[in-house]
């Protein structure tokens, strides 16, 4: 089994395309406003969620886990400019950083901020997407997984962040590492679906609905 040298994560944040300069300007106000930014998901994964919307050619997308916007702009960015994009969160201060780039970007007006919890916006949200980003709070993410896979159109992908949980999920301790082990195992039990569980940063798992 090969063991991953650190350096590597950087090494290939390097040689990925970096993000557009309004983007660039949003992670440096998040640093700068908050006191931690490690939920931004990064280069990395913002640019292949940006690949994947191209890639499928995905025209409606539904995030669950907005904070300050990084991946809800990476992915607009990719949409037609009649595409949408919903997304979901329920923090006013990251809500009012994302809105101010939001207002900026001219991609801005394909997303749409569904405040609350998740849970209760995504009953109202009617399907089908065709790409869904499942990145919000960790104990939920059976309960996410369960709620938007009938929103998911057949041969759409879903990505799900954080599937390692800090490695937590080798040997579960608390009620969130068990809720992500629980949800791994949901995906890889589930005929509807086929997928691949990345490696990249905190573990990515690519789900395709059949
Ligand atoms: C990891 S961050 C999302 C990062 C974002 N996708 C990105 O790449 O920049 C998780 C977000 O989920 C939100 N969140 C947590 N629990 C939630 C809930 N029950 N309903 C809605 N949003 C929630 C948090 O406020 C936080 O902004």
């Known amino acids: 089994m090969l ?32 006191e931690y930014i490690d939920m931004l998901s990064g280069r990395v994964v913002g640019r292949l969620l940006n690949m994947l919307v191209k890639i499928t050619g995905a025209r409606r997308v539904l995030e669950i886990g907005m904070f300050t916007g990084y991946s809800a702009l990476m992915m607009a960015e990719a949409l037609p400019e009649d595409g949408e994009l919903q997304t979901c969160d329920l923090n006013e201060k990251y809500a009012s950083i994302a809105r101010s780039f939001f207002e900026r970007s001219k991609n801005g007006h394909k997303i749409h901020v569904n405040m609350g919890e998740a849970l209760e916006s995504l009953e109202k949200l009617e399907g089908p997407f065709d790409m869904i980003f499942i990145d919000a709070d960790k104990g939920n993410y059976p309960n996410y997984y369960r709620q938007a896979l009938p929103k998911l159109k057949s041969g759409g992908v879903m990505v799900v962040d954080n599937v390692f949980l800090a490695e937590n999920v080798l040997d579960p301790q608390d009620e969130k590492a068990e809720a992500v082990d629980e949800l791994n195992k949901l995906i890889a039990d589930d005929d509807r679906v086929e997928q691949v569980m990345l490696t990249e940063r905190d573990g990515l798992m690519i789900v395709r609905k059949l």
């Open 3 to 34: 063991k991953l040298n650190p350096d590597i994560q950087e090494y290939a944040h390097q040689h990925t395309t970096p993000e557009p300069e309004l983007i660039q300007e949003l992670i440096e106000t998040s640093d700068r406003e908050l």
